[in-house]
């Protein structure tokens, strides 16, 4: 049966370099995050219309299409929760994933500089939905609460606390390929669902 929790997953899944190293270790099983609880997930779609240049003596100006927007995906409410030291773990290695995946690779020792941040897959709800949708993270928002308890955890052989209840605001912006859109898309195939069959994350 087919995962159909909320997802943010490197494309590269376990193998990801980024998933090597000990603060992002307990994301490799998934090869990213999987939220624990379910996300208030808002999408959103434009159409951009304009109005007919100099058009006179007219009490209804003509529209003209100019462009859709890109899609955008808000999640509020990601919630966290510390109960077991497992999951106060996973919520710090979540916390540092979304810290990693908003930063290009930079510096004279990266061998990777001038990369931009990687692009990722966000799932939700079964395939019909939301299905390897490829998107950029725009916006990551997190909020150290005052109002809980914290604990204790040790990562990386760092002392640090982490709140018993935490939550994410992350807005995502879809990245479709150029070519994929170019030579793979229509409206029709879009409509009728075939695009989503063929799991390319159109949405």
Not at 53 to 70: D, F, G, K, M, V
Not at 111 to 129: C, E, I, K, Q, T
Not at 188 to 203: C, E, P, R, S, W
């Amino acid at each position: 049966m087919a995962d159909r929790r909320a997802s943010i997953l490197l494309k590269r899944g376990a193998r990801d370099p980024l998933l090597q190293g000990p603060l992002l270790a307990p994301l490799q099983k998934f090869g990213g995050v999987v939220f624990p609880y379910s996300p208030q997930v808002t999408y959103s779609t434009k159409a951009t219309w304009q109005g007919f240049p100099n058009l006179t003596h007219t009490n209804y100006q003509p529209q003209i299409y100019a462009r859709t927007e890109n899609p955008t995906i808000a999640l509020n409410n990601c919630t966290f929760t510390a109960t077991t030291l497992e999951d106060a773990t996973y919520m710090f290695s979540a916390m540092h994933f979304f810290k990693t995946v908003t930063k290009m690779s930079f510096g004279v020792k990266d061998p990777n500089r001038g990369s931009p941040p990687p692009v990722l897959n966000f799932s939700a709800y079964g395939d019909a939905m939301f299905r390897d949708v490829p998107v950029v993270i725009t916006d990551f928002t997190v909020v150290y609460p005052n109002d809980v308890d914290y604990v204790n955890i040790e990562v990386n052989g760092s002392k640090i606390n982490v709140p018993i209840k935490m939550d994410f605001t992350i807005q995502l912006a879809i990245n479709m390929p150029i070519n994929d859109v170019k030579n793979n898309f229509t409206l029709t195939d879009f409509a009728n669902g075939n695009l989503i069959k063929q799991k390319k994350g159109y949405v």
